[in-house]
């Protein structure tokens, strides 16, 4: 029997899945592309996904009935569209776990600059209007030290930001989702519900993943349950924020600040609203982006897809 085939869907894939994959089956190799991946696609066995582009029923009906299994370097998949796999009997994982205290450094990293007026600062220097007749006063911030931090998501990359926050001796942590969870009681969260979250926290942070409940949970209600000095910190997807909301909140000072890793549309135009906000810090989407976490998480796909084949467990199957 002739090996199986597996098309990488994306010519930037760290070599350490390229090497596993390569140790037992055929692999084609395209660009992330969707003319690209569709002219590849048909005959396939299995595919490595890393892309922003909709993986639906006609990328499926092109590949064939032989398509076995999927592993996404990824742990979100909301552009996935995981029922038909389903239907399908096609098996998919994803990779959780592994970008966790990547993504949870970005969110520390976004906390402190939001709050610290990081824009505002550098614009400063840049224009010239630094001076020491600025007076005490001038670009005040708010303190992480002893402040209630709200988590909206207590999944592995809510936890992590957890952990971290605690060393900044806030006074508490308030965490949100469809249940209390054990791992809460373990770092000392308390469970509460959305609004007692939005209306409590100094430091608004969602970290959940993006579905039909929480597709554009933020929003102008949402915001304006928000305390006026509190600080909005997304590390989760973009469609989760209604960003004309978020852009209207943020002008009208209904909140203090902002501190993104995630919008939509990505990449976001130059000329964007929320660009010219002194008080929005952005950056584009690079929770996962160290070298560690990217082969790690290249290595979790191969794998996953390597088991399937064998007809072995993924490691974090999905499907």
């Known amino acids: 029997m002739g090996k199986f085939k597996v098309l990488v869907a994306n010519n930037t894939i760290p070599q350490i899945a390229h090497d596993l994959l390569k140790s037992e089956c055929e692999v084609r190799v395209c660009e992330a592309e969707r003319e690209q991946i569709l002219q590849n696609i048909p005959g396939i066995d299995a595919m490595l996904w890393s892309s922003h582009l909709q993986l639906d029923k006609e990328m499926l009906d092109k590949a064939g009935p032989q398509l076995k299994v999927i ?64 007076g005490t006063q001038w670009l005040l911030g708010q303190d992480v030290s002893g402040a209630t931090i709200g988590i909206v998501g207590l999944g592995g990359i809510g936890q992590a930001i957890a952990h971290r926050v605690k060393c900044f001796n806030v006074a508490k942590i308030l965490y949100t989702g469809h249940k209390e969870k054990p791992e809460g009681k373990a770092i000392g969260a308390e469970f509460v519900s959305l609004d007692a ?46 960003q004309p909301d978020l852009v209207r909140a943020l002008k009208e000072k209904q909140i203090f600040a902002a501190g993104l890793d995630v919008m939509t549309p990505e990449p976001l135009p130059p000329d964007h609203e929320l660009l010219r906000l002194s008080n929005c810090v952005i950056i584009p989407h690079l929770g996962s982006a160290t070298w560690k976490t990217r082969n790690a998480m290249a290595e979790r796909a191969a794998k996953n897809i390597l088991n399937a084949l064998k007809g072995e467990p993924m490691i974090s199957p999905v499907v």
Not at 230 to 238: H, K, L
């Open 197 to 242: 979250l939005l209306k409590n926290s100094d430091f608004v942070i969602c970290s959940a993943p993006l579905t039909k409940e929480t597709d554009k949970m933020f929003n102008a209600e949402s915001f304006s349950k928000m305390k006026k000095t509190s600080i909005f910190v997304n590390v989760s997807r973009g469609a989760l924020v209604n």
């Open 71 to 134: 592993g996404t370097m990824s742990a979100g998949y909301d552009n996935i569209d995981v029922e038909e796999l389903k239907k399908r009997g096609i098996k998919f994982g994803n990779t959780p776990g592994v970008l966790d205290d990547a993504v949870a450094d970005i969110a520390v990293l976004l906390i402190l600059a939001a709050s610290r007026r990081y824009i505002e600062g550098r614009q400063a220097i840049e224009d010239c209007s630094w001076s020491h007749k600025n």
